[in-house]
């Protein structure tokens, strides 16, 4: 599943029963998706209620808890019929399904089962959704809007006792729109990881990959300001963005999304856009500009150059001009 998609997220299933046993097979599972593929705590927690969901609707249907190895295509043809009849959205029963093969791959590499039996089961086609991005002079006013709040509120005579964390909120979202990053790759950063004089940075992505890509100047030079009102600027592996001026603990991503909603408002844009959208911009605005779309995949860190292509439909209107600019019969 695209880490683009937007997925309704899944809601806690039903308290295991008393007389429900752990199943071994998924408690390895989960142990597997948290030490070897270095899952998101989101990843681990969706595919564990899904797993649960699935494991309680079999006790309602079948009297018993799910013998993996011998489930058939139809046992979950029917969870799929259970699933419509609830009404979910299509995203919502891709992401049943996700856990359910990714488990299955799981066992099948494990010499549990020899196949999946949800390999060739057809699921309700999901909408290709474009993501929302910002325009560059949006960006640049939500870039500037951390900094510009700062100003009047010292100009009204009412400086805030934090004002280190509108500096780093300003080098937080500058360094997300420079380099393209997902919010907890943002909030992972380490003052190590940060090449100053070659302007790049090391980036921590899904599955513990790394990779290494540019930051601007612009960027670098709020960390600096943010740092310079820091009691000492962060070295080694302390985290770039602090949760506070005197902590050793990374700003989180929660935070991050609440003060984002502020500045979002502050500069006359819809609120509710996420952090993420930053990272949309970064992508739309280097297309636009005449990046190749295998390099926007290797500075977005993306594992396959289809998830990347879904910018491509942002850029039909730079192609327009070039067309009308260049073309003699346009």
């Not at 997925?7 to 806690?12: D, E, K, Q, R, V």
């Not at 001026?245 to 991503?253: D, E, K, L, Q, Y």
């Not at 594992?303 to 209107?317: D, F, K, P, R």
Request: proline share 9%.
């Amino acid at each position: 599943m695209s880490a683009q998609t937007a997925i309704t997220p899944i809601a806690p299933a039903p308290p295991p029963e008393p007389d429900e046993s752990p199943d071994p097979h998924v408690a390895q599972f989960l142990e597997h998706l948290a030490v070897d593929r270095a899952a998101s705590p989101y990843t681990r927690r969706n595919y564990q209620h899904a797993l649960r969901e699935f494991g309680h609707w079999h006790r309602l249907e079948r009297g018993a808890p799910p013998a993996w190895p011998s489930l058939e295509r139809d046992d979950f043809r029917g969870y799929l019929r259970f699933l419509g009849r609830g009404q979910l959205s299509r995203a919502a029963v891709a992401l049943r399904f996700s856990a359910l093969r990714s488990f299955y791959r799981f066992l099948v590499r494990r010499g549990v089962v020899l196949t999946t039996p949800i390999r060739s089961l057809s699921l309700p086609k999901l909408p290709r959704r474009l993501p929302r991005f910002l325009t560059a002079d949006h960006a640049a006013a939500l870039l500037r809007a951390p900094l510009d709040e700062l100003a009047q509120l010292e100009q009204a005579g009412d400086p805030p006792t934090g004002s280190d964390e509108f500096h780093r909120d300003a080098a937080l979202l500058e360094t997300i729109y420079s380099c393209g990053l997902r919010i907890s790759e943002a909030c992972g950063l380490r003052a190590e990881d940060v090449a100053w004089n070659d302007q790049l940075i090391r980036v921590r992505g899904k599955g513990r990959k790394e990779r290494q890509i540019p930051i601007g100047a612009p960027a670098l030079e709020a960390i600096r300001a943010y740092w310079r009102l820091l009691p000492a600027p962060p070295a080694g592996s302390l985290p770039v963005f602090l949760a506070q001026a005197n902590s050793t603990r990374p700003v989180s991503a929660r935070v991050v999304q609440m003060r984002l909603k502020r500045y979002l408002a502050r500069a006359g844009l819809d609120p509710h856009l996420t952090p993420h959208k930053l990272r949309h911009s970064f992508a739309t605005h280097l297309l636009d500009a005449g990046a190749d779309l295998r390099s926007v995949q290797e500075l977005l860190g993306h594992a396959h150059l289809a998830t990347t292509q879904i910018y491509t439909h942002l850029t039909t209107e730079r192609l327009k001009r070039v067309y009308d600019q260049a073309h003699p019969r346009a």
